[in-house]
DNA sequence: GTAAACCTTAAACCATAGTTGAAGGTCAAG
DNA sequence: CTTGACCTTCAACTATGGTTTAAGGTTTAC
């Protein structure tokens, strides 16, 4: 399979396979004669794979690193799981971040509402939340 | 007041004062005979305003829109307080993004468990999560 | 023979929030 | 009078991440 099939079986233009591709996120394609990639039918489910992890918040350098350039190298169910757990607990501290950021905007809020109909927001210049 | 005393008394660089102002977030300075920006004292309480915005999330898009640059032009505690809730609403809509991610994570947790030992992670391209 | 698909490399794009530099004007001290 | 500190504007650069496009050159298909 040509690059250009690849592209229009997985739904990515092919700039962008290439780009994966130069960035260690696939193998280096076989190549024909002709120099043209040549890709077989494993590649969707790869491609997959990419789009499925980016869908979970892991970046292209994160997914480069756990899903080996070397075709034959697969990673390890640990490596994998390891991988989940450090990004579930990535996505706590971050709840954790936007929970305070909730917090001190509803104190805003309230010291809004508690404040005359005049009052000018400026003057929050000496509140602390 | 010159801009060096006012960076000084903020702790901003000058250089994000003349930002600040170019980009809308400050009311056009005055300007002394020799075209020197000239504050008096409130702006300090305006760029410790523009701190806490950020604090909160707010973009300098938002906050420039929040706070208006005519100097006596001052937003109504609605106009805060509509924007601080929906500031809020933003970060709810955050939230459930991040509790549907650290769900499917944990689906994905789930599935590698329940896999034999040597089963290849590339086989997940079949599964939804 | 010409158009479409492929190749490479490099550069541009998007957004955000600035910082830095160049070229020049102004001001206080010694 | 001159040196250095400060001021002005405007443009270009920084960093991050993920793409996309452009330029220029083969190869294949009809």
Excluded: W
Aim: glycine share 6%.
């Amino acid at each position: 399979m040509k690059i250009g099939e690849l592209s229009e079986r997985s739904g990515l233009p092919a700039s962008r396979i290439r780009f994966y591709e130069a960035n260690g996120l696939l193998p280096e394609a076989a190549r024909a004669p002709n120099g043209y990639r040549d890709y077989d039918a494993s590649m969707i489910g790869r491609l997959r794979i990419i789009d499925l992890a980016k869908s979970l918040g892991f970046s292209l350098e994160e997914i480069a690193n756990l899903l080996p350039a070397q075709v034959d190298l697969k990673p390890s169910c640990e490596t994998v799981s390891s991988a989940l757990t450090r990004k579930l607990a990535a996505i706590e501290t971050h709840m954790d971040k936007l929970r305070e950021t909730r917090a001190r905007i509803e104190a805003a809020l309230h010291f809004m509402q508690s404040q005359p109909d005049g009052a000018e927001p400026r003057d929050m210049s000496d509140v602390r939340f």
